[in-house]
């Protein structure tokens, strides 16, 4: 089991930038890729950016290039966001989530390829 905890949500101002944690727990020796997704309301679930366990690899969904970043601290067991330029629709539930070994690669840019959720952070960009 993996336990995922996400942190740092709130309610800023279009252009603001905010970092948000997600502290990893458990048996996460099988991982093979960790990322972020988010769900907007009335609207679905999309996988914005991940981070391959062994570093080398990141993804970015064209929406948020050049304004979100991916990084990883392995000694505090912590996945960060770092996001910059906000927008309003930036606006959703923000979801750490990790993808086990055996996932078929091409589903990582989905969300569908991630087994274990952390609960969620609110982020509200208001214009």
């Known amino acids: 089991q993996v336990q995922l905890a996400e942190s740092g949500g709130g309610w800023v101002q279009a252009g603001d930038s905010l970092r948000l944690p997600c502290a990893a727990a458990?048996?996460?020796?099988?991982?093979?890729?960790i990322g972020w997704c988010r769900q907007a309301p009335g609207k679905e679930s999309e996988l914005v950016t991940n981070l391959s366990w062994n570093g080398r690899n990141t993804f970015y969904a064209e929406s948020v290039k050049g304004r979100f970043t991916i990084s990883s601290d392995n000694a505090k067991n912590t996945l960060y966001l770092q996001v910059i330029s906000l927008k309003p629709e930036d606006t959703a539930v923000y979801y750490c989530a990790l993808a086990l070994v055996g996932t078929g690669r091409g589903l990582l840019t989905t969300t569908h390829a991630y087994h274990y959720w952390g609960q969620g952070t609110q982020v509200t960009v208001s214009s």
């Open positions: 458990g048996r996460t020796d099988s991982s093979l890729a």
